[in-house]
C-alpha cells in the first residue's frame, strides 16, 4: 500500500469552466508558438508529452510532428487521454525516469508543469532521461514554476503533494549541453491568486 497522491483533472487543471476554459486556450496557444518556432529550426518528425495527464496539450504536437506520444504515470488520467484523443497514442509508465523509447529518438519534448512536483534528485533523472530520447538538434519545451521562493509539501514526501519553484538558471545547468533559445512567462486566466505561475523555456540539443 502507498498514500502516494493520485493525480486527477482538478489537480491537473486547477479550476474550472470559462476560467479552464481559457487557460487551455492561452496554453494551447503559446504551445503552439514555441513548437513553430523549433520547427522552423529543426525538422519535428516525432514529439513527446513527458507528463501528459489527460492529454490537454498533447494534440497540439500533432499539428507539426506526425507522430506523437504522451507519457504519464496516471492509469486514469491514461485512459482518459485515449477516449478524448483517440488519433494519438499515450503510455502509462511506472515512471518518468523511464521511457519506453529509444535514445535520440524525439525531435521535441514537452513537459508542462511536471517537474516542479518532484524533488530536486527526481526531477534531475527525469531531465537526464528527456535528454536521451532527444535527437541532435531537436528541441525541449519546460513550462515550470520558476519563483525560487515557492515550495509547498515536503520534499521527503514529494508523493503526497509537492511544488517548488527553480530558477530558470537551475534548469540550464542541468540540461546541458542543450541551449536556452527562448523563454518567456506562462500566461493564464486573469485573477489568478499568485502573477507569477512559471516560465516557458525552450532548449536546443
Same mark, same amino acid.
Given at each position: 500500500?502507498?498514500?502516494?497522491? &493520485?493525480?486527477?483533472? $482538478?489537480?491537473?487543471?486547477?479550476?474550472?469552466?470559462?476560467? @479552464?476554459?481559457?487557460?487551455? %486556450? *492561452?496554453? +494551447?496557444?503559446?504551445?503552439?508558438?514555441?513548437?513553430?518556432?523549433? #520547427? #522552423?529550426?529543426?525538422?519535428? +518528425?516525432?514529439? %513527446?508529452?513527458?507528463?501528459?495527464? !489527460?492529454?490537454?496539450? &498533447?494534440?497540439? =504536437? $500533432?499539428?507539426? #510532428?506526425?507522430?506523437?506520444?504522451? !507519457?504519464?504515470?496516471?492509469?486514469? *488520467?491514461?485512459?482518459?487521454?485515449?477516449?478524448?484523443?483517440?488519433? =494519438?497514442? !499515450?503510455?502509462?509508465?511506472? &515512471?518518468?525516469?523511464? =521511457?519506453?523509447?529509444?535514445?535520440?529518438?524525439?525531435?521535441?519534448?514537452?513537459? !508542462?508543469?511536471? *517537474? +516542479?512536483?518532484?524533488?530536486? @534528485?527526481?526531477?534531475?533523472?527525469?531531465?537526464?532521461?528527456?535528454?536521451?530520447?532527444? @535527437?541532435?538538434?531537436?528541441?525541449? =519545451?519546460?513550462?515550470?514554476? &520558476?519563483?525560487?521562493?515557492?515550495?509547498?509539501?515536503?520534499?521527503?514526501?514529494?508523493?503526497?503533494? %509537492?511544488?517548488?519553484?527553480? @530558477?530558470?538558471?537551475?534548469?540550464?545547468?542541468?540540461? +546541458?549541453?542543450?541551449? *536556452?533559445?527562448?523563454? $518567456?512567462?506562462?500566461?493564464?486566466?486573469?485573477?489568478?491568486?499568485?502573477?507569477?505561475?512559471?516560465? %516557458?523555456?525552450?532548449?536546443?540539443?
Amino acid at each position: 500500500m502507498t498514500d502516494r497522491k &493520485t493525480w486527477t483533472p $482538478s489537480d491537473v487543471v486547477d479550476v474550472s469552466g470559462p476560467p @479552464a476554459l481559457l487557460r487551455n %486556450y *492561452l496554453e +494551447q496557444r503559446d504551445v503552439r508558438a514555441y513548437l513553430q518556432e523549433a #520547427a #522552423a529550426r529543426h525538422r519535428v +518528425q516525432r514529439a %513527446y508529452d513527458v507528463g501528459c495527464g !489527460f492529454g490537454r496539450l &498533447t494534440p497540439v =504536437l $500533432s499539428e507539426v #510532428a506526425a507522430e506523437v506520444i504522451g !507519457f504519464e504515470r496516471e492509469a486514469a *488520467l491514461v485512459e482518459t487521454a485515449r477516449r478524448l484523443v483517440p488519433a =494519438l497514442k !499515450f503510455e502509462r509508465v511506472a &515512471t518518468l525516469e523511464h =521511457l519506453p523509447v529509444p535514445g535520440a529518438s524525439a525531435d521535441f519534448v514537452l513537459t !508542462f508543469t511536471v *517537474l +516542479q512536483h518532484m524533488p530536486d @534528485a527526481r526531477a534531475e533523472a527525469v531531465l537526464a532521461e528527456i535528454l536521451r530520447v532527444i @535527437a541532435p538538434g531537436g528541441h525541449l =519545451l519546460l513550462v515550470e514554476e &520558476t519563483d525560487e521562493t515557492l515550495e509547498a509539501g515536503d520534499p521527503a514526501n514529494a508523493d503526497r503533494g %509537492y511544488t517548488h519553484g527553480r @530558477a530558470v538558471a537551475w534548469y540550464a545547468h542541468r540540461v +546541458q549541453p542543450a541551449s *536556452l533559445v527562448a523563454t $518567456s512567462p506562462r500566461r493564464i486566466e486573469p485573477g489568478y491568486p499568485r502573477p507569477n505561475v512559471g516560465t %516557458y523555456m525552450l532548449f536546443q540539443k
